[in-house]
């Protein structure tokens, strides 16, 4: 049994490495690397279905990371005793979501669709509760291109020259609110006290 899992392992490894090779040498060359907008509005079937492979996989792996994730956002945002076992219950709830979201893409790897868990993985940005969006949308990255609008350029104003107006000092009406204040405070505190 310890043999079989070994060999899964290593060929899951071997597997995703040309993927990770394909990254780094995405900047390779002469021309220079694309920007992050246009690489994931430009990607190939195969880079598709690694990054969901490489993100089920992640999924899977990483998904117990949402109990103390869930833990820490809840007590930062409540209290500590409501921190501790309400997180713990959210963050078991969400560790089940997020790994049936890596079950459900390593059951799809084929089928190029956009990922369900956000944030894609746990550790970006850790402050974010996680949360679930729509299952089996398909990526569709490569067939939208943005449209691009062009505005029109503003036409200059021309103004008449600004005239300054004197400035008005503000009125300071702190010791009259203090002693209507303290008036009215003796006025209730005797008032109490013959009760």
Do not use: C
């Not at 899951?12 to 990254?23: C, Q």
């Not at 059951?107 to 669709?113: A, C, D, E, V």
Request: hydrophobic share 40%; proline share 8%; charged share 20%.
């Amino acid at each position: 049994m310890r043999k079989l899992s070994r060999y899964f392992v290593f060929f899951l490894f071997i597997g995703l490495a040309p993927i990770a090779e394909a990254d780094m040498q995405e900047g390779y060359g002469n021309a220079a690397p694309a920007s992050r907008a246009t690489e994931t509005q430009h990607r190939s079937y195969g880079s598709k279905v690694g990054n969901k492979a490489l993100n089920a996989f992640a999924n899977l792996t990483a998904g117990a990371l949402e109990i103390p994730k869930n833990i820490i956002n809840t007590t930062n945002k409540s209290n500590v005793f409501y921190g501790v076992f309400g997180g713990a219950f959210k963050g078991l709830v969400n560790m089940g979501g997020r790994m049936g979201a890596g079950i459900a893409d390593l059951l799809t790897l084929p089928i190029p669709t956009k990922p369900i868990a956000q944030p894609l993985y746990i550790w970006d940005n850790f402050d974010v509760d996680t949360s679930y969006g729509p299952v089996f949308r398909l990526d569709q990255s490569e067939e939208e291109e943005p449209a691009v609008v062009q505005a029109p350029s503003p036409e200059p104003v021309v103004t008449a020259p600004a005239v300054a107006a004197p400035k008005a000092e503000p009125i300071d009406n702190s010791k009259q609110y203090n002693q209507e204040t303290n008036q009215k405070l003796d006025a209730l505190f005797k008032k109490e006290m013959k009760k």
